[in-house]
């Protein structure tokens, strides 16, 4: 009987998920395979709901947003006996190896759920926050990107026209790593990081220190694990002379066609993540270190926080003169 490998996308999705399960299914048929795919997240592998994955039915979702299986975040898998039944799950459909797309608590459920079963278990790392240790970058989070960036883009027309500050709220969870990414890329006056606290009074006082110099608009780009932007955008408008706006860029960040790059990486971390499991080896994450596809401890991934490199905020302030 030919090995079967599992597909599961979990947490929040991010664009090139569907990119990863098309190559996951591709490269493991290619390699003489079967391939399933559970569906809603670890819903899935608690109510046993999956599909066949063929390479014919994974066919025209290479340039689409979300994910063909679905994904949710589900706190039942963390409740007690939510793996075993998972493994179970795994058992029943013969599953030798289990490629789990998502972000750094998908990877904490797989952690768990390789405990407690026989599959191999291998995380891809997929999420528009890029906080997964262990990688440089995520799936999802150059798509994620571009699209704050274009966003903004259109907001600093209208900042300009109307000489007024934007504050404008990005995702990322509790960490900061996509809007100090956007943040550069947009010339941001301001980035608001949760990795950098700042009080009201100097966010202020850099502001009114650029209409000195000539800037009568601005935008500050806030991750949204910053804090109450809604009240910054209020006690700015108090403490400044500028008229000051909020707008937040919300959920159209974790959709949309993926870029390039999103494609390329789900790609060739699924072709990595099915090669590991060919090879028997399990409890590993794949992802991106200095340019390199490369494998790493799912443990140390999991339960490590990445570290931001808060030098790119300096030059992103020099860069804001
Ligand atoms: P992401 O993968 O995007 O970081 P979450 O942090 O919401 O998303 O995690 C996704 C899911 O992973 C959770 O809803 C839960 O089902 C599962 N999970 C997270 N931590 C654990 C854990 N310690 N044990 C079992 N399952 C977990």
């Known amino acids: 009987m030919a090995k079967t490998i ?4 979990s947490g929040g999705d991010a664009p090139g998920m569907n990119a990863a399960i098309r190559a996951v299914t591709r490269v493991g048929h290619s390699m003489g395979l079967q391939v399933v795919g559970f569906e ?13 994955l063929t390479p014919r039915n994974v066919g025209g979702i290479i340039q689409l947003g979300g994910t063909m299986l679905h994904t949710l975040r589900c706190p039942a898998f963390e409740q007690p006996g939510g793996t075993e039944t998972g493994a179970e799950t795994l058992r029943i459909n013969d599953v030798d190896g289990l490629v789990v797309i998502g972000g750094d608590g ?6 768990e759920l390789g405990k407690k079963s026989d599959t191999l278990m291998v995380g891809v790392p997929a999420t528009i926050d890029n906080d997964v240790y262990g990688t440089d ?3 999802g989070f150059d798509t994620a990107v571009n699209t704050a960036v274009n966003i903004i883009d259109k907001i600093r027309d209208t900042a300009i026209s109307h000489e007024r500050v934007f504050i404008v709220e990005v995702m990322g969870r509790k960490r900061g790593f996509l809007a100090l990414e956007v943040g550069m890329c947009v010339g941001a006056e301001v980035i608001l990081i949760p990795e950098n606290p700042m009080r009201t009074e100097d966010i202020c006082t850099i502001m009114d220190d650029n209409a ?3 800037k009568r608009a601005g935008i500050i780009v806030a991750a949204e694990g910053f804090g109450d932007s809604s009240k910054l955008a209020q006690e700015m408008q108090r403490q400044t002379e500028f008229e000051v706006r909020l707008s937040i860029v919300g959920y159209a ?7 390039a790059r999103s494609r390329l990486l789900a790609s060739l971390f699924a072709e990595r993540a099915v090669e590991l499991i060919c090879e028997g080896k399990g409890n590993m994450a794949v992802g991106l270190q200095k340019g390199a596809i490369t494998s790493f401890d799912l443990e140390k991934s999991a339960t490590n926080k990445k570290v931001l490199d808060l030098r790119l905020l300096k030059v992103a302030e020099m860069l804001a003169i």
């Open 253 to 259: 960040q974790r959709g949309g066609s993926p870029t």
């Open 212 to 214: 000195r110099k000539g």
């Open 106 to 111: 998908s990877f904490r459920g797989a952690l």
């Open 40 to 52: 809603r997240g670890w819903d899935g592998l608690l109510s046993n709901c999956c599909k066949k």
């Open 137 to 139: 970058e995520t799936i």
């Open 6 to 9: 599992g597909i599961v996308t």
